[in-house]
């Protein structure tokens, strides 16, 4: 069974580095059929998509975070990872790591992490 | 980028009730439409992808239409464990995602 897991710091200071990684278990990271991705939740606001990355190491970005966001994939792991520079309490939330079908008429965000809690705050 | 705005963004209503949330896309999206549920504290739950197929183990009470730009979900007999958030999301520019702002089901 698929199992997705968020771990990083909970607390981050502003203008620093938000760093999490996502580790996969119950299918290999390498699979041609996924994409891996980062979603993010302000306190009581809803879903946004952040980006996403495939296998071989393409990535995507939402363009409104795109500068900031950096998002890698270590198969030897089975893990992927977000990095979004220069934070500000706007990017205070829950984060999730997701698997979702790389065909656009198939089940999309099927599978995700429990959310991990990312406050920003000196 | 194509963007999903919802309708309404709240709403209050009974068991029994029958329940409709729509969703317009800035661009047509063809039938690439997906429907989660959450609720407090928990991860998104897929129920509809492809604006109508039923995601396996979802109650039948759910059901989703919509092509193009405009889609619906609705809920046929609202139940107890139906009070959540619902969101659309847009799968037309995968691996680029776009979500609805959500809509909040509350007890009436």
């Known amino acids: 069974q698929l199992q997705l897991r968020e771990s990083g710091p909970g607390l981050v200071k502003p203008s620093e580095t938000l760093s999490l990684t996502c580790t996969v278990s119950?299918?290999?990271?390498?699979?041609?059929?996924?994409?891996w991705g980062w979603i993010r939740q302000p306190p009581g606001k809803g879903l946004e998509w952040i980006g996403s990355i495939y296998f071989s190491g393409s990535t995507y970005y939402n363009p409104s975070l795109n500068s900031r966001v950096t998002i890698l994939v270590d198969t030897s792991k089975n893990q992927f990872s977000l990095r979004l520079t220069s934070v500000t309490r706007a990017d205070t939330g829950l984060y999730y790591c997701?698997?979702?079908?790389?065909?656009?008429?198939?089940?999309?965000?099927?599978?995700w992490g429990q959310g991990h809690l990312v406050t920003v705050s000196s | 980028d194509i963007q999903m705005t919802q309708s309404p963004s709240s709403l209050s209503a009974s068991v029994g009730d029958r329940v409709t949330i729509t969703c317009r896309a800035s661009?047509?999206?063809?039938?690439?439409l997906n429907w989660y549920q959450q609720k407090p504290g928990k991860a998104p739950k897929l129920l509809i992808y492809?604006?109508?197929s039923l995601q396996s183990g979802v109650p039948s009470r759910f059901s989703g239409s919509g092509s193009g730009t405009d889609f619906t979900l609705t809920i046929s007999s609202l139940q107890p464990e139906d009070f959540a958030t619902y969101y659309c999301q847009q799968s037309y520019s995968t691996p680029r995602l776009a979500f609805g702002g959500g809509t909040k089901v509350e007890i009436k």
């Open positions: 119950g299918d290999s990271i390498s699979s041609r059929s996924y994409y």
């Open positions: 492809a604006a109508s």
């Open positions: 997701a698997r979702h079908g790389i065909a656009a008429s198939g089940p999309s965000l099927n599978d």
């Open positions: 661009q047509d999206i063809s039938n690439y």
